[in-house]
């Protein structure tokens, strides 16, 4: 078992990895290695180095197993070091990160790379999601608390936090009970990036495992009471809470009453997680530019109308719609309607469900994609495709879809779940059939004003999403949390 130190810092223009076996008993000889990777520092930065305290280890160590005991035994030369973005942070947030994988990892990045209070993240890999739920506070508080030792060396920053965050993959309520006394009184920001009542079972699900969930949706509500603030990610993610829990509280013993809801909105806010404009706006310009183009024999643009899928290959994505879609587009082809071809971009699973099986059985000689790529390929995919479709039957916002559509992609989406929040209520049902305009051209433009201001407008809707903008709203309300304890201790 192994992971990786990500040494980043950027006043001395050094950014390396290391490798770092877990159970290295004498951290010496890796001291040399690191301290021989680090060029010489000025007396100032050596000052502003010491002063600062950034944790910058990309989840690597704690989120692959490393205690904090071995990070505090690594010279903090390593783990600490202002960036010029950072150096003039006053404002030192610690955050845990129960899931980090998938989105979880993008939104975490996003916050590092945009964020300008001082985060230091604490990671698990993502994986046991039930076992997350209930586990991971107690993991961390036990890591904390192993960071905090003596040693001879300065103790590891976590208890100059000044606020809390964490996502909704742990119970927060157990994380504020059991983290060392100084830190419970940090204002906590709960990040609720799904919920565990929306969140489908599997197909065929016994009554027993529904009754278990039903559980895990109490440990939402426990760590919504814990919280200073909630921040969902989608209005849809806080009504479909509100109206599940609901739902789960008509069955119980004894009532719970109303208030709860109350208190739920009063410490709610909606705020988009970070979407990466430039990275997806960048894959575009190289499409542009002739990169991972289409043609016919001729050199010129084919006719083909090309749709992504950029779905999980799971259950909840609706694998039975696509494959009835997908009978229809070759219906309609055979009576001269449009020829569509299907790039599916989502990532696959070791158990396919049946319906994508039949859909890439049938369908073989008109999907042109079915693999998960590369991130730099896969965008180059997404630019060279002319609408992105969902078939969902959960999704708490859409990320692959919003970073579809920044990409140029027209909107095929069902009126539920989170869409109509990404886009206007005029682009909700659109499909190739019922094109208003938006025809593949040799430029992918749309071709009627119409479909060119509808596009303006998408592109308008999905701007609280620009990774700055996200990070922003974010730190917004981190300040404000506290800013507000520090009102109430001096009342």
């Known amino acids: 078992m192994t992971a990786v130190a990500h040494v980043k810092q950027e006043f001395l223009g050094l950014e390396r990895s290391i490798v770092v076996d877990d159970g290295l008993q004498d951290v010496r000889p890796f001291n040399r290695v690191l301290e021989s990777m680090i060029p010489k520092e000025s007396a100032e930065h050596r000052a502003e180095r010491h002063e600062g305290v950034r944790r910058d280890l990309d989840g690597g160590l704690v989120g692959h197993g490393t205690s904090l005991r071995e990070c505090r035994r690594i010279p903090r030369t390593v783990f600490f070091g202002p960036s010029r973005r950072l150096r003039a942070m006053s404002t030192r947030v610690l955050a845990f990160e129960a899931w980090d994988a998938g989105s979880h ?3 975490r990045r996003s916050i590092e790379h945009h964020g300008t209070m001082g985060w230091h993240f604490l990671t698990l890999p993502g994986r046991s999601p039930k076992w997350r739920l209930r586990h991971a506070a107690l993991r961390f508080s036990e890591l904390v608390r192993d960071g905090m030792g003596g040693g001879g060396e300065p103790p590891f920053p976590l208890l100059d936090a000044d606020a809390i965050v964490a996502t909704g993959m742990l119970s927060a309520s157990d994380l504020r009970a059991t983290l060392p006394r100084p830190l419970r009184d940090r204002p906590l920001i709960l990040s609720m990036h799904e919920n565990q009542i929306a969140y489908p079972t599997s197909d065929g699900g016994k009554a027993v495992d529904r009754d278990r969930d039903a559980h895990l949706a109490f440990t939402n509500l426990a760590s919504i009471e814990a919280a200073d603030r ?3 990610n989608s209005r849809w993610n806080l009504e479909s809470f509100v109206t599940g829990m609901r739902n789960i509280l008509s069955h119980a ?17 909606v705020v988009p997680p970070p979407v990466e404009f430039d990275e997806v706006e ?7 530019n ?5 043609s016919g024999e001729d050199g010129r643009p084919d006719d083909l109308i090309r749709v992504a899928w950029p779905h999980r290959w799971e259950h909840d994505k609706g694998c039975d719609e696509f494959l009835r879609l997908a009978d229809e587009a070759w219906r309609r082809e055979q009576d001269g309607g449009p020829a569509i071809r299907w790039v599916i971009l989502g990532q696959p699973r070791q158990t396919v469900p049946d319906a994508l099986k039949t859909l890439l059985e049938r369908h073989d000689s008109r999907v042109e994609q079915a693999a998960s790529l590369p991130r730099r390929d896969y965008l180059q995919r997404l630019a060279a495709c002319d609408w992105v479709l969902s078939t969902a039957t ?5 990320l692959a879809v919003a970073e579809a559509l920044i990409a140029g992609c027209r909107p095929w989406l069902p009126d539920r779940l989170s869409y109509p929040e990404l886009v206007p209520t005029d682009a909700i049902g659109l499909d190739p059939w019922s094109d208003p305009g938006w025809n593949a051209t040799d430029e992918r433009k749309p071709t009627t004003p119409e479909a060119e201001s509808l596009q303006a407008r998408i592109r308008a809707r999905l701007e609280p999403a620009r990774a700055a903008n996200a990070v922003k709203r974010l730190e917004t309300i981190v300040q404000a949390s506290i800013d507000a304890a520090v009102d109430e201790t001096n009342s």
């Open 105 to 107: 990892r993008a939104v």
């Open 230 to 232: 909630v921040v969902w």
């Open 253 to 269: 013993p004894e009532p719970l009453g109303g208030r709860w809801e109350d208190r739920l909105r009063d410490r709610s806010v």
């Open 282 to 288: 960048d894959a575009t310009v190289l499409h542009n």
């Open 290 to 294: 002739g990169e991972d183009s289409y």
């Open 394 to 398: 959960h999704e708490f916002f859409g």
